[in-house]
């Protein structure tokens, strides 16, 4: 089993920036995708945008040009980069690793609130 640990979350100002870390248990050395997730207050969860293992990304529109996917060099933690929040990007987020398109872990989220 593994376990994802998101970390960053926070209240921010609309147009300020914030960076979520996730830190997995172990490294995971096929992974089809790692990813982030957040579910806004009242509404269902969401894709933000994934990576794969080949370094493709892929972004929800509502976040392009704002939000930035990336893995760090420890191989077992990977981030978002967010800027230019904005209020409508209030949720919790949740990172996610699908590994050899078996198992799926989820971290239990961080808040982010962008206050209107």
């Known amino acids: 089993q593994v376990q994802l640990v998101e970390s960053g979350g926070g209240s921010v100002q609309p147009g300020g920036s914030l960076r979520l870390s996730c830190a997995a248990s172990?490294?995971?050395?096929?992974?089809?995708?790692m990813g982030w997730y957040r579910q806004p207050p009242g509404k269902q969860r969401e894709l933000v945008a994934t990576l794969t293992s080949g370094g493709d990304t892929n972004y929800a529109d509502s976040v392009k040009g704002r939000f930035t996917i990336s893995r760090g060099n420890t191989m077992n933690t990977f981030y978002l980069q967010m800027n230019s929040l904005k209020p409508e990007d209030t949720a919790v987020y949740y990172c996610?690793?699908?590994?050899?398109?078996?198992?799926?872990?989820w971290g239990r989220g961080t808040q982010v609130t962008v206050p209107s």
């Open positions: 996610h690793i699908n590994d050899l398109g078996v198992y799926h872990y």
């Open positions: 172990r490294v995971i050395t096929n992974f089809i995708t």
